[in-house]
């Protein structure tokens, strides 16, 4: 298995690193041999890198040392490939206000970079969600249903759908998810209300679905998916708040028991409990885990997005 080829993307074609610029990675001792294939990959580049190793948290949110967190503003770029997610943390909401391009990498795995949903072609992608957003640009209301008894709706009134800019952050102050290739955003709180089957992913691979009740935007009841409901409870009451409505648009991600990437599989669409406040929500808790569906149909005001799990925009 091979790393640099994954890692070759990541610098060159997603973050766009050029000579001279400072290249920040962290590494939290869980993926090494990823940390130094982009530390590898950056130097190729004639840019700086610097490679950290900081203690590995201890769940999604959960901020970095706070002179790690200097170091993130000061940085040009910025490479996470970490156990737990950097994504929703004020360090690298800072850092982003400051400048800095930054990748979060949150469960990546060798195979990932090896195959799948890192060697997607990303300007493609690219031209895929530009066309998504303009559909979706302005929404107001989203329902979503499936076969397996999903039926849900929330308000997405007012607020703004993140691109994750698709895995090109060429600009500065751009932040994405890598493998990336998901469309989100945070609905209006408290106006989530009905049932989800989580059948893809809920922190980890899934035996069985998990069936989620939810009620004025908070998860009332969670069936299945313990891990789930564990970390969901370190953030308290707000742990359950109905945080995130993505759809996912990379047609070489799979679904494989990792959210990464199975959130950014094409024809899939998941709802995140937790924290917001880092992509226009209102709540922060420190917590944030998403769950995936396979197959469901998704309405945007009457916009058809989703049927049965195919793409009809």
């Known amino acids: 298995m091979t790393l640099a080829k994954g890692a070759k993307v990541a610098v060159e074609v997603c973050m766009g690193v050029k000579k001279g610029e400072e290249v920040l990675i962290i590494s939290d001792s869980t ?3 990823i940390a130094e294939a982009l530390f590898q990959a950056s130097l190729d580049m004639g840019a700086e890198p610097i490679l950290v190793k900081i203690q590995p948290r201890t769940r999604h949110g959960e901020e970095p040392p706070k002179s790690l967190a200097i170091m993130m503003m000061e940085a040009d770029v910025v490479f996470a490939p970490t156990e737990y997610s950097m994504t929703h943390t004020q360090a690298r909401r800072n850092a982003t206000r400051e ?16 195959s799948g949903a890192m060697l997607a072609d990303f300007h493609e992608i690219q031209r895929r969600m530009r066309r998504v957003y303009r559909k979706l640009r302005g929404a107001r209301e989203v329902s979503i249903e499936s076969e397996l008894g999903t039926d849900f709706t929330l308000s997405v009134k007012g607020r703004d ?13 751009q932040y994405t ?11 209006r709180e408290g106006t989530a209300n009905g049932k989800l089957v989580i059948d893809g992913s809920f922190v980890g691979a ?10 004025d935007g908070y998860a009332t009841r969670i069936v299945g998916a313990k891990e789930a409901v564990q970390e ?33 599989a094409l024809g899939t669409a998941h709802v995140a409990f937790g924290d917001n406040s880092t992509f226009g929500g209102k709540v922060r808790c ?11 149909t998704l309405v945007v005001d009457e916009l058809v997005v989703l049927e049965d799990g195919e793409m009809k925009i």
């Open 286 to 296: 420190g917590v944030h885990i998403d769950g995936v569906m396979k197959n469901p």
């Open 232 to 264: 969901l409870n370190k953030g308290g009451k707000e742990g359950r708040n109905v945080a995130e409505l993505g759809i996912g648009l990379n047609d070489k991600a799979r679904i494989i028991g990792n959210v990464l990437e199975d959130e950014k």
């Open 31 to 33: 993926r090494d041999r």
């Open 206 to 215: 899934m035996e069985e679905p998990a069936r989620v009740s939810v009620k």
């Open 161 to 173: 759908w993140i691109t994750d800019d698709v895995g090109i952050c060429h600009r500065k102050g």
């Open 177 to 187: 998810n890598l493998p990336a290739g998901e469309i989100f955003i945070a609905p």
């Open 99 to 114: 400048g800095a391009r930054i990748a979060t990498m949150p469960g990546i795995t060798e195979g990932m970079m090896d």
